[in-house]
């Protein structure tokens, strides 16, 4: 398959326990996730291995058992174990047959075709849906150059209000906000703040910063996604630069006076940022650690580093 980007409504997708083209899957008006946005979803991205005519799609299982855990929140019934999920998801990638870099977008959600925003279940009214799609991705922002970025006039969604780490679908319009604002405010992105001050991460992928040497990212109660990417990078910096991440409280002013700033995200990868409200980070220039992460990234999510292998499950 040539690579073009974009949803092609005649690829496969599997919806209401069945494989179909992208054009059926679709659902009604009343259905309760399209009123009140009760649902949760994930990003996984699968990388093509032109040498090894090989696509591997990567952290899988974790992306699916976030997705199971976040499940309870929503009291989503999931009925299927995590290795059913896997499996499901491979069997759609074979029925598509990619040979380009790919995303795949499982979504769990209230099904019921019913009024009132409870999520409790009576009498099976208001059941669970899964739909998982793929579609062609290349880059979700510029990672070739550093990200000129603003502090969002928008606060992330705090635990008590819609759980950021849920991943729900309505906590979305949150992420919406403040990446439209930035665009027409003439920026590649934005950084969100916690309600008390402190950053929390990007519109939609995680945040580390290095200062002195030290690589730092936000903490989990920061109302950050848990994000699969940010492990993964805290895992690589120690293994293969010996480099600890501390994962502590980042002040706005902070991000001004440090070495390095990069987001990471299944969508974003590992997308270096060089200037923050107006403000050169740095040298201006995209860092030297960020580059070399962004590196060891690439190399392990296509599946070119034995080492992580662990990670990528091939589709072929
Ligand atoms: N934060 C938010 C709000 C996101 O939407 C994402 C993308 N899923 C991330 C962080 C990064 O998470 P992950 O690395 O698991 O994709």
Not at 280 to 305: A, C, H, M, R, W
Request: glycine share 8%; aromatic share 8%.
């Amino acid at each position: 398959m040539a690579f073009k980007e974009g949803i092609d409504l005649d690829s496969i997708a599997y919806f209401n326990e069945r494989f179909v083209p992208l054009r059926e899957a679709t659902i009604n008006i009343m259905t309760h996730a399209f009123q009140y946005g009760t649902g949760i979803f994930e990003g996984i991205r699968s990388y093509w291995n032109e040498n090894e005519k090989q696509m591997y799609i990567f952290r899988m299982k974790e992306h699916y058992e976030r997705l199971s855990n976040n499940a309870k929140l929503l009291r989503l019934e999931l009925n299927k174990s995590i290795d059913e999920l896997c499996q499901l998801t491979l069997e759609l990638m074979k029925k598509n047959n990619p040979t380009c870099d790919m995303y795949i977008r499982p979504n769990l959600y209230k099904s019921g075709i019913i009024v009132g925003p409870s999520l409790i279940n009576k009498n099976g009214s208001n059941p669970t849906g899964l739909s998982i799609c793929t579609m062609p991705m290349g880059e979700y922002v510029d990672i070739s150059k550093g990200l000129h970025v603003c502090v969002s006039s928008w606060t992330r969604v705090e635990d008590n209000a819609i759980p950021a780490r849920g991943k729900i679908q309505g906590s979305y319009v949150n992420t919406a906000f403040a990446k439209t604002d930035a665009l027409l405010n003439g920026f590649d992105d934005s950084i969100v703040l916690s309600r008390d001050g402190h950053v929390s991460e990007g519109s939609a992928m995680n945040l580390f910063i290095i200062r002195n040497g030290k690589l730092i990212t936000t903490q989990v109660a920061d109302n950050i996604l848990e994000g699969i990417t940010r492990d993964t990078i805290i895992e690589l910096a120690k293994k293969e630069l010996n480099l600890e991440t501390e994962i502590r409280q980042v002040d706005r002013t902070e991000l001004y006076i440090c070495d390095e700033v990069f987001f990471c995200g299944t969508g974003a990868q590992v997308s270096p940022v060089t200037m923050i409200d107006h403000r050169p980070i740095g040298t201006g220039k995209v860092g030297q650690l960020s580059k070399q992460l962004q590196e060891i990234y690439f190399d392990v999510v296509k599946g070119k580093n034995s080492k992580y292998k662990k990670w990528c499950a091939p589709v072929f």
